[in-house]
């Protein structure tokens, strides 16, 4: 076996597995390996922030289908990191988490930036590599990489800080990539006899069509059955929006037409989807998820089969060779819907439109609190847009190639309405983890790993102000994105708790801020500011341009009104009851 250092065993590993970039602030602790990235074709990509770097790694993995990479300093460094982990562990990201830690003599002893880190990640990792000897470093990275795509998820690789030095014997690993077949034969069976007897079925297309590669696997099967197509929540990209059976989106601020049709399926094939609880909630005051219906779910986790929802039929498989497998089934048995194809396609074309009517109609919200607050800012100095206005002039204005990452945040949340993709890896939301400041560092590495492709972040005023120093990062790398910013001062999805619940007693839920265009400008990228409607697409449409063609980053401010779109769940609180004097006026 080749005599190398344990940090030539790390970096040529990387390299085995087409490690190209690497997200992270430079540290001490990795030093040794660090300084020999540039000859083995790696690029370390020094961000402002871990958690920055954390996000970067995400988007990168989610656009790209392979590793994201991320790496930082022992301690805080590392603590930085745990957030976007998180994130990255409830988007299916297959990140490796590089975490050097404390020297294997001194743990224990409280020197300078220790902590444990492998506690941190245990449950927000699929695996945990400890390098335990450096003439281990090779197998505990390779099976980190392994595991991570695997799995489908984020692994930690953790290595003591003096274990980067010596001499070894090691043998670098070749990446295994297991092959995933289309589940058994006794349940697709079950589940082609259940479609072939359907009169009405609907296919909810989920993230692991995406992860797969079987979007064209999936139309396939939507167009032999004549199935509307619905993207389960956060996935608008698993379905091409121009096809004549998208539906749209579940979930919040969703799709009316989807969740109408979907309420009156006899049998719903869950396409490479967990089903989680937040994707499937009543919204628009439609409870449509089909209580009678018959539920095919098909994911490659056996553990998520019928966790959430009661299904009939559990498919252990890959979303692609499923819906291959179901297809041939189904030529070759006598299915019912065929004989109402065209009746059922008039449907969908019906619910479509009265959809996308109603969205043209849907000016602004009409709640007493919004058309208060619309009044309000027309007293007001200054030009204040519509939010849902803004949002399809955005939508018009999109090019056919775009990414688009999304924020947490009211406005944020309204636009899964207009959100509309034609290509698989191309929308990345922080999913049912939900945290602040992602839009903006995932589009970066979203970026990184497809620079021919218009990359777009949405953030409001407050989401954003958690990662707007990340446009340093893409000023400073050469890594153009365009980065929207909803400026409409305040803390809108909490506060519109405190509407609906708390009489209107706003606790900390306003913002006044500076210019963000002006920001923008001072951190070396352009910033536009706009407050007229028609400005909208052509700001955008600008934006990109600048970003495609010059190379460079732009942040679009817009200023909104402060209306506010319908709460996430209207379960997740109850109303105030106070049992002392002193907050008698408090219920």
């Not at 743990?107 to 245990?122: C, S, T, V």
Request: charged share 20%; net charge negative.
């Amino acid at each position: 076996m080749p005599r190398m250092t344990p940090s030539e065993a790390l970096v040529e590993t990387l390299a085995a597995n087409g490690v190209t970039d690497i997200f992270g602030i430079m540290g001490s602790a990795f030093m040794d390996a660090m300084d020999i990235f540039a000859p083995a074709g790696i690029r370390l990509i020094p961000t402002v922030h871990e958690q920055g770097a954390g996000h970067m790694a995400d988007g990168y993995a989610r656009v790209s289908g392979r590793h994201g990479v991320c790496i930082a300093q022992n301690g805080p460094g590392i603590t930085n990191f745990v957030t976007a982990i998180a994130a990255a562990y409830w988007a299916h990201s297959p990140v490796v988490c590089i975490t050097p830690e404390t020297g294997s003599m001194t743990q224990g002893l409280g020197g300078f930036q220790e902590a444990q880190q492998l506690p941190f990640f245990e449950t927000i990792t699929k695996y945990q590599g400890h390098v335990a000897n450096p003439a281990r470093m090779a197998e505990f990275t390779a099976r980190c990489f392994d595991r991570a795509m695997l799995e489908n998820g984020p692994t930690q690789l953790n290595i003591p800080r003096d274990f980067f030095y010596g001499d070894i014997n090691v043998e670098i690993p070749q990446p295994i990539r297991i092959e995933r077949g289309a589940g058994g034969e006794q349940s697709l069976q079950q589940a082609a006899a259940l479609l072939a007897e359907a009169r009405n079925p609907v296919i909810i297309s989920g993230g692991g069509v995406v992860m797969s590669g079987a979007v064209e696997e999936c139309k396939a099967l939507a167009e032999f059955l004549g199935a509307p197509v619905v993207n389960s929540y956060l996935h608008n990209d698993s379905f091409p929006a121009s096809h004549p059976l998208w539906c749209g989106p579940l979930g919040y601020q969703g799709s009316k037409a989807g969740m109408k049709l979907l309420s009156r399926a006899d049998v719903v094939l869950a396409l490479g989807t967990r089903l989680g609880p937040f994707g499937t909630l009543p919204q628009h005051g439609l409870d449509y998820w089909p209580k009678e219906a018959k539920i095919i779910q098909v994911d490659c986790d056996a553990k998520m089969l019928g966790l959430v929802k009661k299904i009939s039929v559990g498919i252990c498989g890959d979303a692609q060779a499923a819906a291959v497998s179901l297809l041939e089934r189904l030529q070759n048995l006598n299915v019912a819907c065929l004989e109402n194809k065209g009746a059922r396609a008039g449907e969908i074309a019906a619910e479509k439109a009265a959809w996308e009517q109603e969205l043209d109609q849907w000016v602004h919200e009409k709640d007493d609190y919004s058309l208060d607050m619309i009044a309000e800012q027309a007293e007001e100095q200054g030009s204040y847009l519509h939010p849902r206005q803004v949002l399809r002039e955005l939508e018009k204005a999109m090019p056919e190639d775009v990414m688009v990452s999304t924020d947490i945040g009211n406005i944020n949340s309204v636009a899964n309405s207009y959100l509309r993709f034609e290509k698989p890896r191309s929308f990345f939301a922080a999913m049912s983890f939900g945290n602040c400041g992602y839009a903006l560092p995932t589009i970066i590495g979203a970026k990184t790993a497809a620079p021919h492709r218009p990359a777009i972040s949405y953030a409001g005023d407050g989401a954003w102000g958690m990662s707007m120093m990340e446009i340093m990062t893409c000023v400073r790398e050469n890594i153009p994105v365009t980065s929207i910013v909803f400026h409409n001062r305040q803390w809108g999805a909490e506060k519109k708790n405190q509407v609906d619940f708390y009489n209107r007693r706003f606790v900390a839920g306003d913002l006044e801020n500076p210019s963000f265009a002006d920001i923008a400008r001072a951190m070396g990228a352009e910033g536009v500011t706009v407050d007229k409607l028609e400005d909208v697409g052509p700001a955008l449409k600008d934006a990109i341009a600048r970003q495609m063609e010059e190379g460079k980053t732009t942040v679009i401010e817009i200023m909104c009104t402060r209306e506010l779109g319908d709460p996430f769940r209207r379960d997740a609180l109850s109303k105030p009851v106070r049992h002392l004097d002193k907050y008698k006026d408090y219920c």
